[in-house]
Nanobody
Framework: QVHLVESGGGLVQPGGSLRLSCVVSGSMFSIYTMAWYRQAPGKQRELVARIGSDGVTVYQDSVKGRFTTSRDNAKNTVYLQMNGLKPEDTALYYC?????????WGQGTQVTVSS
């Protein structure tokens, strides 16, 4: 059974940076396409970025050029480097597989962008 633990969120001023981490339990991590999702208050959860087992990345248009996702298969960890943060990036951020399957959501990590 796969478990997801996100960390690295916090309060940051507009223009600031944060690096999120997601540790994935289980021995099959390296073959998964992993993704970052976020959910802002009153909005549906949305896909932010994904990274394939081959390292190929895809980003939502609103974060292109600002966010970078990467992975370390030796550590079963996926990362989301977020630069140039904007107030509209405020949300609870989660990682999970892409496409979504049966893996339960983790607790997420809160990102708040505010002056």
């Amino acid at each position: 059974q796969v478990h997801l633990v996100e960390s690295g969120g916090g309060l940051v001023q507009p223009g600031g940076s944060l690096r999120l981490s997601c540790v994935v339990s289980g021995s099959m991590f390296s073959i998964y396409t992993m993704a970052w999702y976020r959910q802002a208050p009153g909005k549906q959860r949305e896909l932010v970025a994904r990274i394939g087992s081959d390292g190929v990345t895809v980003y939502q248009d609103s974060v292109k050029g600002r966010f970078t996702t990467s992975r370390d298969n030796a550590k079963n960890t996926v990362y989301l480097q977020m630069n140039g943060l904007k107030p509209e990036d405020t949300a609870l951020y989660y990682c999970n597989t892409f496409p979504l399957g049966t893996t339960a959501w983790g607790q997420g990590t809160q990102v708040t962008v505010s002056s």
